[in-house]
């Protein structure tokens, strides 16, 4: 069996999803060593499947739910400024619905909407004529009174890959298409036994603590211990979505509220697309095995054609989405009322803890990443590196510049390679930020940048993400990098594969970067 290393790491966590590449992002900044498996690629369970919002959650406040509320609004501005290359404000439009919510409670909600969690630069709730306002253009003209408020939005996959960027920079391993597979307390240390797809003999890691943040497998990586179980318990709540060509010209999205008390969202989407989401139904299966049904399309068409003066149809569709989301099971009768909030089990049998995390949504990722450290911190060593709190201070990788300074991020781009179309720029700007510079590097012309795919997609760009974002397949890039899959035809898709199958390579465990702007 081959040593990953001689050392002992302080922490080694399972699972690279949003909890767990932010708790590695968190711990490597704070000096401590770290080592994270991720079976597959990042992002590729729960966290690339998400309605791509950094939000309060305004419905959460009828369960009551207002420590969550508040945590989680208090985190919108905080992200936004960490990383405003992927994540933006929105303003969403809210029509009351006769017979549904009254609307002196939506006023009320939105009032505390505003209000709980110290808003600063996002603006406040507002109300709207919609027989008049052009913001009520699309929707059916029953809609007389509605109201706008402010959330964000976010790309979530290179959320978390930016925070495994972040981590391998401050000298975490990140192991992907890394699958644990035993795990035994000895000798001090927990010894992780990981199997991967490159490597014919297993490998083992050795470390003083395990963070069990696999989403919904938490279970199954107990299982591969001596604990066994958790007391706490998993609920699996599929939520799917659809994406349509683009429905209307302006930049709002709408928030829709249904007959069955669930709400869906209709968000503008990589410029030509409208976002159509999310389901909330309990799932029992294999949670890689998720995929939308044709009750949830047909849910969604109906509750979206409901508002729209234009109905939505199946036809529409050009591109669908499912994923399993691993809340904590606090008894909710339905899916829609299970918690969002997250749960901590430490297991400390044999003095070598074991947290695992139940839980959670990606808007508060880092605080909980923060408080899983304070559980931990009486089983690690000094931390030699920042303080607790330096990730709400420290852009992500590409993020170092203001939020209103992206436009001249894309100018920028546009001066030091003035080949770049408007619209390639703003992708590249707004995909990696002031990285960008690291992946054009010294080319002078388009063509330097070696094989073109379509839809800007060059060599130099596939290769920055093999050396530096741990990118080995083509739904690494076309759907967790990128979302230019839903650009690419199905021949320059297969040029791709062809590509990686004849240059490709799997990237180590903590890639390195070139310049920047």
């Given at each position: 069996?081959?040593?990953?290393?001689?050392?002992?790491?302080?922490?080694?966590?399972?699972?690279?999803?949003?909890?767990?590449?932010?708790?590695?992002?968190?711990?490597?900044?704070?000096?401590?060593?770290?080592?994270?498996?991720?079976?597959?690629?990042?992002?590729?369970?729960?966290?690339?499947?998400?309605?791509?919002?950094?939000?309060?959650?305004?419905?959460?406040?009828?369960?009551?739910?207002?420590?969550?509320?508040?945590?989680?609004?208090?985190?919108?501005?905080?992200?936004?400024?960490?990383?405003?290359?992927?994540?933006?404000?929105?303003?969403?439009?809210?029509?009351?619905?006769?017979?549904?919510?009254?609307?002196?409670?939506?006023?009320?909600?939105?009032?505390?909407?505003d209000h709980l969690g110290g808003r600063k630069?996002?603006?406040?709730?507002?109300?709207?004529?919609?027989?008049?306002?052009?913001?009520?253009?699309?929707?059916?003209?029953?809609?007389?009174?509605?109201?706008?408020?402010?959330?964000?939005?976010?790309?979530?996959?290179?959320?978390?890959?930016?925070?495994?960027?972040?981590?391998?920079?401050?000298?975490?391993?990140?192991?992907?298409?890394?699958?644990?597979?035993?795990?035994?307390?000895?000798?001090?240390?927990?010894?992780?036994?990981?199997?991967?797809?490159?490597?014919?003999?297993?490998?083992?890691?050795?470390?003083?603590?395990?963070?069990?943040?696999?989403?919904?497998?938490?279970?199954?990586?107990?299982?591969?211990?001596?604990?066994?179980?958790?007391?706490?318990?998993?609920?699996?709540?599929?939520?799917?979505?659809?994406?349509?060509?683009?429905?209307?010209?302006?930049?709002?999205?709408?928030?829709?509220?249904?007959?069955?008390?669930?709400?869906?969202?209709?968000?503008?989407?990589?410029?030509?697309?409208?976002?159509?989401?999310?389901?909330?139904?309990?799932?029992?299966?294999?949670?890689?095995?998720?995929?939308?049904?044709?009750?949830?399309?047909?849910?969604?068409?109906?509750?979206?054609?409901?508002?729209?003066?234009?109905?939505?149809?199946?036809?529409?569709?050009?591109?669908?989405?499912?994923?399993?989301?691993?809340?904590?099971?606090?008894?909710?009768?339905?899916?829609?009322?299970?918690?969002?909030?997250?749960?901590?089990?430490?297991?400390?049998?044999?003095?070598?803890?074991?947290?695992?995390?139940?839980?959670?949504?990606?808007?508060?990722?880092?605080?909980?990443?923060?408080?899983?450290?304070?559980?931990?911190?009486?089983?690690?060593?000094?931390s030699t590196g920042r303080h607790p709190g330096w990730t709400a201070e420290?852009?992500?990788?590409?993020?170092?510049?203001?939020?209103?300074?992206?436009?001249?991020?894309?100018?920028?781009?546009?001066?030091?390679?003035?080949?770049?179309?408007?619209?390639?720029?703003?992708?590249?700007?707004?995909?990696?930020?002031?990285?960008?510079?690291?992946?054009?590097?010294?080319?002078?012309?388009?063509?330097?940048?070696?094989?073109?795919?379509?839809?800007?997609?060059?060599?130099?760009?596939?290769?920055?993400?093999?050396?530096?974002?741990?990118?080995?397949?083509?739904?690494?890039?076309?759907?967790?990098?990128?979302?230019?899959?839903?650009?690419?035809?199905?021949?320059?898709?297969?040029?791709?594969?062809?590509?990686?199958?004849?240059?490709?390579?799997?990237?180590?465990?903590?890639?390195?970067?070139?310049?920047?702007?």
């Amino acid at each position: 069996m081959d040593q990953i290393s001689d050392q002992v790491y302080d922490i080694a966590i399972i699972g690279g999803g949003i909890n767990g590449c932010g708790i590695a992002r968190d711990a490597a900044g704070r000096g401590l060593k770290v080592v994270l498996c991720e079976m597959d690629d990042l992002a590729s369970g729960t966290s690339s499947w998400s309605t791509k919002l950094i939000h309060g959650g305004l419905r959460y406040l009828e369960y009551y739910e207002f420590r969550l509320v508040r945590e989680a609004l208090m985190e919108r501005e905080v992200l936004w400024r960490i990383a405003p290359h992927i994540i933006h404000p929105l303003r969403l439009v809210l029509p009351h619905h006769a017979g549904l919510r009254p609307a002196w409670l939506l006023r009320l909600g939105l009032f505390l909407y505003d209000h709980l969690g110290g808003r600063k630069r996002l603006p406040p709730t507002r109300t709207i004529d919609l027989a008049k306002d052009p913001l009520g253009k699309p929707l059916a003209a029953g809609f007389k009174r509605g109201f706008e408020y402010s959330d964000c939005t976010v790309d979530d996959a290179r959320l978390v890959i930016l925070n495994a960027r972040d981590a391998a920079d401050h000298g975490a391993q990140i192991l992907t298409r890394a699958r644990a597979v035993r795990i035994n307390r000895g000798n001090g240390a927990w010894d992780i036994t990981v199997e991967d797809h490159v490597t014919p003999n297993p490998r083992s890691i050795r470390a003083r603590t395990i963070v069990n943040a696999a989403g919904p497998w938490v279970n199954d990586v107990l299982s591969l211990s001596s604990i066994g179980g958790a007391k706490a318990r998993v609920r699996l709540v599929q939520g799917s979505h659809i994406v349509v060509p683009k429905l209307y010209d302006h930049d709002r999205a709408y928030m829709f509220q249904n007959a069955d008390g669930r709400i869906i969202f209709v968000i503008p989407y990589q410029q030509d697309f409208t976002l159509i989401g999310t389901t909330d139904r309990d799932y029992d299966g294999d949670p890689a095995a998720v995929s939308i049904t044709q009750d949830e399309i047909s849910y969604l068409c109906a509750s979206a054609s409901d508002y729209l003066a234009k109905p939505i149809t199946p036809k529409q569709i050009v591109w669908s989405y499912a994923g399993v989301r691993p809340l904590y099971d606090d008894g909710a009768s339905e899916a829609k009322a299970a918690t969002r909030d997250y749960v901590f089990e430490l297991d400390v049998d044999g003095g070598l803890p074991m947290l695992s995390i139940f839980g959670g949504k990606i808007t508060t990722y880092r605080r909980l990443a923060e408080e899983a450290l304070e559980r931990l911190a009486p089983y690690l060593p000094q931390s030699t590196g920042r303080h607790p709190g330096w990730t709400a201070e420290q852009p992500l990788p590409g993020g170092d510049f203001d939020t209103a300074v992206l436009p001249a991020v894309i100018n920028d781009l546009r001066a030091n390679w003035p080949f770049l179309t408007p619209s390639h720029a703003s992708r590249l700007a707004t995909a990696y930020g002031t990285r960008a510079g690291a992946l054009l590097d010294q080319a002078k012309t388009f063509t330097d940048l070696g094989q073109h795919f379509g839809a800007t997609l060059t060599e130099a760009e596939i290769r920055f993400l093999i050396a530096t974002e741990w990118a080995v397949t083509p739904d690494d890039i076309l759907w967790r990098r990128s979302k230019l899959g839903l650009r690419l035809s199905a021949l320059e898709r297969k040029s791709l594969e062809n590509w990686l199958a004849t240059h490709g390579s799997r990237p180590s465990s903590s890639p390195k970067i070139g310049k920047t702007l």
